[in-house]
C-alpha cells in the first residue's frame, strides 16, 4: 500500500548562490557530515547537493503531504548503496512521521529515484508499507 508520493525539483545554480553566501552554514544546516563527505569528492558538488535537497523536499512531503511541516533537515539522509542507487535513512522527526504513517501490522519503506538535467535535480518519493509475516 501506498502511504505517501512527494516529488521535488531544484536549480543547482540557486544551490551554489547560497554555497557561495554562506559557505559553511547552508551545507552544515542542511545536510549530513556523510552528505558532505561524499560532495566533498565531487569537482562541483551543487548538483549533487541539488538533487539531495530536491529528495529531502520530497521525502517531507510523502511523509506529511504538504512539505516540511516541522521535519529536520538532518532527519533525511540521502546517500548510496554499493551499486549506485539512492538510499534513505530516517531519524528524529521523520522516522516518527513515518511511524505516524505506518499502520499497526505493517512494514514501511522508502523508495526514491533521482534524475538531473543540469542545472536541474530531480527527486521523486514513495513510501510504501507492506504486512509484516510471520
Avoid at 503531504?65 to 521535519?71: C, D, E, I, K, N
Avoid at 539522509?77 to 551499486?83: A, G, H, K, T, V
Avoid at 534524475?115 to 509484516?132: F, H, K, N, Q
Wanted: contains cysteine.
Amino acid at each position: 500500500m501506498i502511504l505517501g508520493i512527494g516529488t521535488d525539483m531544484c536549480d543547482a545554480r540557486r544551490i551554489a548562490t547560497a554555497m557561495e553566501r554562506h559557505p559553511d552554514r547552508f551545507v552544515q544546516r542542511i545536510f549530513t557530515t556523510a552528505e558532505i563527505q561524499h560532495a566533498a569528492k565531487r569537482a562541483d558538488p551543487s548538483l549533487f547537493y541539488a538533487k539531495r535537497f530536491a529528495a529531502k523536499e520530497a521525502i517531507y512531503k510523502a511523509l506529511s503531504g504538504s512539505g516540511l511541516a516541522g521535519l529536520g533537515w538532518q532527519d533525511a539522509e540521502i546517500l548510496n548503496d554499493e551499486s549506485g542507487a539512492p538510499t534513505v535513512a530516517l531519524s528524529g522527526a521523520c522516522k516518527r512521521a513515518l511511524e505516524r504513517l505506518t499502520p499497526d501490522g505493517y512494514k514501511a519503506s522508502v523508495w526514491l529515484s533521482l534524475s538531473d538535467e543540469p542545472p536541474y535535480g530531480l527527486a521523486y518519493v514513495v513510501v510504501s508499507a507492506g504486512t509484516i509475516s510471520g
